[in-house]
């Protein structure tokens, strides 16, 4: 009768065993499938993102072109040399291919009718910009001088309008396309979770009920053991973190085998003792790692904590955060170290692709400020080109009248030498703004500050906006120019925009550096409408805009930021005042740009 009853039993655990083990099977499928569909969801939708933003870029790119066609068309006019004109020319003709190139990329990633439709507008603007542009050609050619500016400052420069507009209207649907696409994409990412979550939650239920059955069953035929040790072991198995275990006193070191399944390493394989993790640990991270573990050793610190690399078995670097706590006995001597390691090789991966993305924000940033900046540079050259134009004609004039004075030839030559000296400057101070370096140098902070405002200052005085600077700090830092001039334009543009949003006759925008303990402080206040107090604390996040008419795209601010916390490891905020608002940039004197 025991013998039918325990065989009874054994036939149950058997076939419950196969059922326990094909419901396991079952689960791991299922959970596989699903996270391979939400895997593909999420590429796919990484891959719809993608048309949305090479189509915006297409457009900036295009729209670059249009201002140099532009300006190329400007330079005809002034030129009376026929090589010129035909190099000229050349440029257009090259300019005009590069603008098709990016129509022609916009035409095969644009998403939607509208989208279609605004591409074709685009396109048959530009075709009939090419009439109007030959035009001007023909009349420079037959000397018609006076028609060709006419055309080129009338009909020619409203319909540069037109195509500007058109262009950027483009732009913003394919940027709003991609926040819709991507807003669709996240609700069915999360839907898909959701549901695969009930699925795994549902087959969990049904499999521990399994095993309870299966428990109750075979107990009779399992062995009493250490319950303290089988919780130990559940504890150590069930978490995906590495533990660690470190007798100080005679240096014997456990590691578990997780721990070295996160290295590619079965539990055999590796030593258990303190060389195991040395040896493997980054050389350019290892002294910071042992100068931790010897803090916490001597009671400078209540925890371990240090982010290190480790090498993997197959030659790569895995990233461990290594977290422990060191006990101590009566006399307050260390006797044993515990922790886990946890991988973040993903973390890390992830904080790369953030930066990869911040970094193309920064660059497509400085592309779109380039065709500002070509705006205000021309406006600059005028008033010296037309002082070089005057002093060229006086000393023709004498020439014919034959009264040519040495005196009178050399103040015209100084004066436009003086002129020739300034336009050379301001393109000086252009290629400084968007050369390429982001190394460290040792700068004085005013200079900076000036070619900033000089950059600026054309599209200042156009608008009747003074500057007044109060500079305390004179000595220098050491900072990337160039990236902190960023900074800086991006400011001042907002200034600008703040002060014309108030509707003022006229505006004071105010610059002061100051020191205070380790930092140079950089304040740049405009007057003008105040920050809502509503978006003033998110104000530099992403996509959030200060601007009334909601043109503007909200990442100025969120790049500015970006760039003066993680590439000049400074801080930067913004305060509301009385009559205006105060931005306030804080660098480091000495600042650890190595770390």
Partial sequence: MYKIYFKSITNMTILLSIGFLSLIIILLYSFYTHHKELLVLHESTQTIYNHPLKVS???LLAKLEIYKIHRNMKDVVLTSQVEEIKILKAKVNLNELEIYKNLDIIKTKILGIKGQTLEKEVRLLFKQWRPIRDQVFTLQNKNALNRAIAITKGKGALHVLKLDKAMHSLYLYAHNKAKVIINRAEHNFKQASKNDTITIVLLLILSLGIAIFIIITIRHNQQIVNRKKERYEYAINGTEDGLWDWNLVDDNVYFAPQWKKMLGYDDNELENCF???????????????????????NQKTNFYSNIHRLKHKDGSWVWIHDRGKA???DKGIAIRMVGFHTDITQEKELSNIIQEKDELLIIQSRHAAMGEMIGMIAHQWRQPISVISMAANNLLVDVELENLQE???????KEILFQTKYLSEVIETFKDFFRKSKSIESVVLSSIIDKSLALMQASFDNHGITTQKNYHFADTIETSPQELQQVIINILKNAKESILESNQPKGLVSIQTTTQNSEVIIAICNEGPTIDEKIITDIFNPYTSTKLDKNGTGLGLYISKTITEKHLLGRIWVENRDNGVCFYIALPLKGDHES
């Avoid at 060389?275 to 050793?297: C, F, G, M, Y």
């Fill in 275 to 297: 060389e195991t993790w040395k040896s493997r640990v980054h050389p350019d991270d290892l002294k910071k790692a042992e100068q931790d573990l010897e803090d916490n050793i």
């Fill in 57 to 59: 870029s297409s457009a």
């Fill in 407 to 413: 005196r009178a030839v050399t103040k015209q030559s």
């Fill in 327 to 329: 006990y101590f006995n």
